[in-house]
């Protein structure tokens, strides 16, 4: 059965495309049940990265900048929303590099290495073609730096269950 067609027919819209969820969320059905929605964490967000996603949820948008994992949005948040164990990463995410990525075209670039401050990309170098890009998952914090200066926009940042 087609949930989300039958709430469509009822006027009820309750189906949420998960999206990229506040750092250390529990789950995302512990942020759909008890997340507000009162804006309190995109307001306190230095880096203005959090916005308002479906159905007025908040949701991480790497393409207005990167988070710092500042903890700004869990400490203004009165739901019990958040792991509190942070010394885990933040997200589990799969960082891709997607064919319109202009190493993969044979142009000279490595403006995703020159951001990430962690050092999870790097370039392996072989004779007689341009370096092409690598992701080392267990290094990539998935803070999102290297999204926006990729010229060719072919950084696929996803996150995973947490």
């Known amino acids: 059965m087609d949930l989300s067609r039958r709430n469509l027919l009822r006027g009820k819209n309750t189906a949420v ?14 942020f759909i049940d008890n997340c507000s929605r009162c804006d309190e964490c995109i307001d306190a967000c230095p880096e203005k990265i959090i916005v308002k996603g479906d159905a007025g949820f908040p949701t991480v948008d790497f393409g207005l900048g990167e988070c710092t994992f500042c903890q700004e949005c869990i400490k203004v948040c009165e739901q019990p929303l958040f792991t509190a164990h942070r010394a885990n990463k933040a997200w589990q995410t799969s ?61 696929d940042l996803t996150q995973g269950n947490i």
Not at 17 to 30: F, M, N
Not at 112 to 120: I, M, S
């Open 95 to 155: 960082l891709t590099f997607l064919d319109s990525c202009l190493a993969k075209s044979n142009v000279y670039c490595q403006s995703c290495q020159d951001v990430c401050d962690v050092d999870a990309i790097s370039f392996v170098y072989a004779a007689g073609s341009t370096p092409q890009p690598q992701i080392n998952l267990e290094d990539c914090t998935g803070c999102g730096a290297c999204v926006i200066p990729c010229p060719a926009n072919a950084i």
């Open 17 to 30: 495309t998960p999206s990229r969820r506040l750092p250390w969320v529990i789950s995302e059905a512990v």
